[in-house]
C-alpha cells in the first residue's frame, strides 16, 4: 500500500509514472538550460514569431521609406498583409454565426441570459471607465491648445463622413439588429441618408425641409448577424430532439472553421509584418504631422496605455487574485494582429484560439462572449472619441461646460456600441458626439489625418476589453460550479447517520460481528443497507 501511494506521488510530482518503481536520478536533477530554452520558445513560437514581424517590418519599412517609390510599388509591398486581412475576413460569417448558434444553443436559457447580463454589464463599465480616461486626459494634457492656431492638413476634406442626427444614428442602430436581409447583412447595413424636400408652407412660402432616407452602406452588419444567431440558438434548443441534428452540424461547421484559423494564425507574422511596413512606406509628411498633432496622438496613447495596462488587469486580479499579465502574454499575438489590422472583427478568430489555448477559457463562454464583445465593446474607440471631442471643442476656443461634459461622456460610450469593427469605424460615430454638442464636424479631418496610428491602439484596446471579458465570465462560472459542488456535498452528507462515519468492510467490525452469537449488529445492518 505504502508502495502505491509512493507511486501515485511520483506521478504527480514529475507528470509521469516511473517505470521500475524507483526513483530516477535523471527526473530529480534540474533541467538543462538548453532544454529549458528549448521548450519555452516551441510553447511561446507563435508569439515570438509575431513580435518578431512587427519589428522586422518597421525595419523594412524605414529602410523602403528611404527609396522613392511609386504608389503601385508601395500597394505591392503591402500585398501580403492585404491578403492576413482578406483571410481573415473571410472566416468572420461562419466563425461569429456558427459559434454563437452552438454556443447559444449548449447553454441553458437562464444561463445564457445571466451570463450576457454580466458580459454587457463589464462592457458597459469598462467603456464608461475608457471614456472618462478619455476627458480627463485630454483635459490635463490640452491637446487643442497650440500656440500657432489650427493645424491645417490639405487633402483631407473630401473623407469627411457626413453630418448625422443624433437620434437618427441611434434609430439606425436598432434596425441593423434587426436585418430585413440576412443575406444582404453580409456585406450591407443599414444608414439613413438626408435629402432636401421643398414643399409649400401654411403661409403659401416655399419650405426646404431636410428629410432622412433608407439606404444601403457597404460594410458587413455584424450587429444583426450576432443578434440572429443567438435567437436561433435558443430556439433550436427548444425544439429538444428535433433541433439537434442542426445543433450538431454547426458544432462541426464551428470546429472545421477554427482548424482553419489555427492555418492562419502561422501566416500571421508575415502578413503582419508587411502591413506594418506598407504603412510606414505610405506615410507622407510624418514630422510635419507629429509637430502639429503631436499632442494629441500621444493623449490617446498614453490614454489607452493606462486603461489596457493598469485599469482592466487591475480589474481582472481584483476579481480573479490570478496574474493579469500572464493573461495578456496568452494573447499578444491576437494583439499584435490588432495593431496590424486595425480591426477587431478581424482578429475575433485569433482572439478566440489565444483564449481557448492558452489562457484556459472554455469553448462556451469564448465562442458566445467573444462575438459580442466584438460587436458591442469599443473601449478603445471611446476613449478616443471623448479625447477628440475635447481637442476639437480646444481648437475652436469653446469651453465645455459640465452637462455638455456628461453628454460626450454618455454618448461616446453608447455610439461605441454600433461602431463598425472595421478601420477607423470610430471615426464614423464621432460625428455624432459632435452633433450631439454643437461642435463642428469639418475639423474630423484632422483627426483622419492621424487615424491610421491612433486606430491600431483603440483596436488593441478593443480586443483586450473582449478577452478580459471572457475570462472574469470563466471565473464566475467555474466558481458557481465549485459552490455547486460543495452544496451537493453538504446534503449528501447530512443524509448519511452519524455512525456512516467509520471505516466500512474494517477487519475489526467483521470479525467482532463472526464472534457474536450470531446476531447482525447495528453497524452490520447499516453497512448492508449502504
Partial sequence: MAEKIDMEEAKASNGEALANGLSNPK????????QRVKRIVKNNLLVILTVAGVIIGVFIGLTVRNATLTRTQMIYVGFPGEVLIRLLKMIIIPLVVCSLVSGAASIDPKALGKLGGWAMLFFLVTTLIASSIGVVMAFIVNPGVVELGKPKIQGLSDDLPAAKDVIDSFLDLIRNIFPSNLVSAAFQSYGTTYKSITSNGTDGNLTVETVPFPSDQDGMNILGLVVFAIVFGVALRKLGEEGEILIRFFNSFNEATMVIVSWIMWYAPIGIMFLVAGKIVEMENVGMLFASLGKYIACCIIGHAIHGLL????IYFVFTRKNPYTFLWGIFTALATAFGTSSSSATLPLMMKCV?????????ISRFILPIGATVNMDGAALFQCVAAVFIAQLNNVSLNFVQVITILVTATASSVGAAGIPAGGVLTLAIILE??????????????VDWLVDRTCTVLNVEGDAFGAGLLQFFVDRQAKQQEGNELSEVRLEGEPSAAAPEHSPLIEKRGGADSGKPTASSEKESVM
Fill in 436 to 449: 450631439a454638442v454643437s461642435l463642428p464636424t469639418s475639423d474630423i479631418s484632422l483627426i483622419l489625418a
Fill in 311 to 314: 485599469i482592466m488587469p487591475a
Fill in 27 to 34: 527526473i530529480s536533477s534540474p533541467e538543462p538550460l538548453s
Fill in 356 to 364: 481557448e489555448e492558452n489562457n484556459g477559457v472554455s469553448k462556451q
